[in-house]
């Protein structure tokens, strides 16, 4: 025959029912289908021939596996050829070439080659462009026993490295090994030996002159503080929520108090509005009408609107106080001899002197009493503001 295939496996699931599965590859014999179980954890039983399965070859396409019981669900079913390593083929001198049997030599030598390459599939391989070495080891059992399988420092296949090595508390004037594991007994942290050395100084180890040839495994110094810290947060936490209890009753008793003086507020508020809109209102007339000092005479009020009549302003460079007459500014001045007739009709004496009063730093003089009256409004003063208003 000849090899077409090159399937030397099948695998399927078992389900509790099904108890035929079917191979399709070629056997020379049916010693040389191997069955195996896998149970869902994983543990591998090769199965008997006649006692827990039977074969139904059909030659080079395949055949039947069929159980005696239904492989359970959950379970794998792997049917693996697995041909003998014999030659059984035999050429005799001068013999007519025995042409079938020579083939049937080639397709079992076939047969192993493929086995022989489904195991290497599944071997741990370098890849092409990689290279090793070696990718033997010498080391016994007892070498190898609580050790793994790693690379060294240069990329080589390495079985003397431990998992780690507990050497208990650490010790000065001690020989460590890469990989040896103590305990620093001043903080309780764990620490792995990462460079050979005999140790010196003492503990803490994060200050020991041979610190950087160790690495912490176990921070229990700094777990021990975060549990205190912890503890000392849930007392600080249950005290704040029995003060916050307290608080929650102080303010419950506030809340009456503080809606009655925002009401309070609030009336205040309305109140001082008002009374700003007063003042504003009232700072405005003013404005209105005392334009303030000026260097020279305005064409507008302060509010930027006309001029009216009688408005006033101080004109800062001539120191003067000057009116608005409705057309143009006239300057109020102060006479040291003003005089104020009343008509010759009006001979009641005293009667323009009992109309008058005199101000600050202001004299009023009567002469031609009850006839031709005279007044003179003398400034004794020296701001002619005063004799101004009081004329006015």
Do not use: C
């Not at 191997?34 to 399965?53: C, F, M, P, Q």
């Not at 030659?59 to 159980?67: A, C, D, K, P, R």
């Not at 092409?128 to 690379?151: C, G, H, P, V, Y």
């Not at 001690?174 to 764990?190: G, M, W």
Request: no cysteine.
């Amino acid at each position: 025959m000849t090899v077409s295939s090159t399937t030397v496996k099948n695998s399927f699931s078992g389900d509790g029912s099904t108890t035929e599965f079917t191979y399709t590859f070629p056997i020379n014999s049916t010693a040389e289908l191997k069955v195996i179980e896998r149970s869902s954890l994983g543990a591998e039983t090769v199965k008997s021939l006649s006692s827990d399965y039977s074969v139904s070859d059909n030659g080079s396409s395949g055949g039947t596996v069929t159980f005696g019981s239904a492989p359970a669900s959950g379970t794998s079913i792997i049917l693996l050829r697995d041909t003998n390593l014999t030659q059984d083929t035999d050429y005799v001198a001068n013999d007519p070439f025995p042409a079938e049997s020579h083939e049937t030599a080639l397709d079992k030598l076939t047969l192993q080659q493929q086995e022989i390459q489904e195991e290497v599939n599944r071997s741990l391989k370098i890849s092409r462009t990689n290279t090793m070495t070696s990718t033997e080891f010498t080391n016994s059992a007892t070498d190898r026993a609580s050790k793994i399988l790693a690379f060294d420092s240069s990329g080589e296949l390495s079985v003397t490295q431990e998992l780690g090595s507990f050497k208990g508390n650490w010790a000065a004037s001690t020989t460590y090994v890469i990989r040896d594991i103590v305990k620093d007994t001043s903080t309780n942290n764990i620490f792995i030996a990462v460079t050979a050395h005999t140790s010196s100084g003492s503990q803490p180890l994060t200050t020991n002159t041979d610190s950087a040839k160790w690495s912490l495994l176990v921070d229990a110094a700094s777990a021990t503080t975060s549990a205190s810290a912890a503890a000392t947060s849930a007392t600080a936490a249950a005290s704040s929520a029995t003060a916050a209890a307290s608080s929650a009753s102080t303010a419950s008793g506030h809340k009456d108090t503080a809606t009655t003086k925002a009401s309070e507020a609030a009336s205040s508020a309305t109140a001082a509005a008002s009374s700003a809109t007063s003042a504003a209102s009232s700072l405005d007339t003013f404005d209105d009408t005392y334009l303030g000092a000026k260097s020279s005479d305005p064409t507008q009020d302060n509010d930027g609107d006309a001029l009216a009549a009688g408005m006033l302003y101080t004109n800062t460079s001539s120191g003067v106080l000057k009116f608005y007459t409705g057309s143009a500014w006239q300057t109020i001045t102060a006479d040291t001899d003003v005089k104020v007739s009343v008509s010759s009709n009006d001979t009641t004496p005293n009667f323009l002197l009992s109309k008058l009063t005199a101000g600050t730093n202001i004299s009023i003089a009567e002469t031609n009493d009850g006839s031709n009256e005279t007044i003179t409004i003398t400034n004794t003063g020296e701001d002619p503001t005063a004799l101004a208003i009081a004329l006015g």
